[in-house]
């Protein structure tokens, strides 16, 4: 009897995937969010975005819903892409930020004269509210993805102005740091300095975050192996290293092809990285899945 026992389980586990680290990725002029398996490559998830629709940030909630912003709007959607709620901007605005908050709630950066972000509770309801003027006249050249530092404070890269603003949830501008550099996104180091993709600068680059000193640069070339692009989402895993989002959408050259994806460890060496532009496309935001089982969907 115990020996049938052992013979279902081997044969259900063949039946239904095991889990495995998996991507979540997204990225403008990528018509779909995507979930891919890092161990194969092979993508097992597909949402569809509409017409005109461009995702620069993506996520998933501890409740297992898939957040995204898409331009003129953020959603939060099931796996089965059922809409939980759907967050429409403004006229004559952009949202181009929805990311996570440390309490489980959403951040959502709208682009706009002024710029605003606002927080939304677990059930999409708004609890607080930021009105910023980021002295910039067209909001798609505001900014890209926004944070919430784990002080609380919002972390905002203002990207024409080459300018990185601490906020706080009150509205204050603590910090102001002058960069070389139009950062897409933001990523706190453990030891509290920020670390900036720079996006079409071709580099990322770490400054202190008490005086917005440079502490470290790496240039398109300095990863044995690939080529920065377009440096999106940067995202470090427990392991301390960095997976690279290498977007594609300004490349003019067509002879330049490079991973979409780039992880790189603490020496930076590339120990892995995805290379697949006619199955996933452009990526410039990811989410990384430790452990994750797609839900069954039937």
Known sequence: MRVYII???ILSMGFRAVAQDKLLVAGSGNPHILLVDKQTGKVEWKHALEKGEECNTVALTRKGEVLYSYKRGAKLVTW?????WDYPAPDKTELQSATL???????LGLCGNPARFIELDKNGKEVNEVV???EVEKPHNQFRQVFQLRNKNYLIPVMTRQKVL???RKGKVVAEHQIEGKAFSSLELKDGNLLLPCGDGHYYMVIDRRTGEELKRM????IPGVSLLFVGQILQ???QNLL???WYGHTKDVTVDEPQLIEIDKEGKVVWSLHDKENVGKISAACYLKDFRLPDLK
């Open 219 to 222: 240039n398109a070339n300095d």
């Open 132 to 134: 910023l003027d980021l």
């Open 244 to 246: 690279i989002c290498n």
């Open 237 to 239: 895993l427990k392991n």
């Open 101 to 107: 908050l440390r309490d489980g709630g959403v951040l």
């Open 80 to 84: 089965d892409h059922q809409v939980v």
């Open 7 to 9: 013979i279902w389980v």
């Open 166 to 168: 601490e906020v706080t």
